[in-house]
């Protein structure tokens, strides 16, 4: 089985600054693609910035310049640096990776989500 506990959500105010970690565990072979997606009250999932295992990066336009996504493949690891937050990132975030499992063909994995509301 594979796990991915995310942790780092909170209550921050507007401009201030949190991490998200998100860490797979369990019998993984291998991991491509890691992301993080954000769901906000009445709105769907939406992607927010995704690595390749290699390191390349992509972000929606709403959070380029201001977030920062990495990982760390020893680690199983990603991260979500968020700063200048504003009261619009509000939301559940979800830590979402593309996983090689041992027994199991390539397959989507998400966390449980994390609370993630900025104030005005």
């Known amino acids: 089985q594979v796990h991915l506990v995310e942790s780092g959500g909170g209550l921050v105010q507007a401009g201030g600054s949190l991490r998200l970690s998100c860490a797979a565990s369990?019998?993984?072979?291998?991991?491509?693609?890691m992301g993080w997606y954000r769901q906000a009250p009445g709105k769907e999932r939406d992607l927010v910035a995704v690595?390749?295992?290699?390191?390349?990066?992509n972000y929606q336009d709403s959070v380029a310049g201001r977030f920062t996504i990495s990982r760390d493949n020893a680690k199983n690891t990603v991260y979500l640096q968020m700063n200048s937050l504003k009261p619009d990132d509000t939301a559940v975030y979800y830590c979402?990776?593309?996983?090689?499992?041992?027994?199991?063909?390539?397959?989507?994995?998400w966390g449980q989500g994390t609370q993630v509301t900025v104030s005005s």
């Open positions: 979402n990776a593309f996983i090689w499992a041992v027994g199991a063909s390539w397959d989507d994995y």
């Open positions: 369990g019998s993984i072979r291998s991991i491509n693609d």
């Open positions: 690595i390749g295992r290699t390191g390349r990066t």
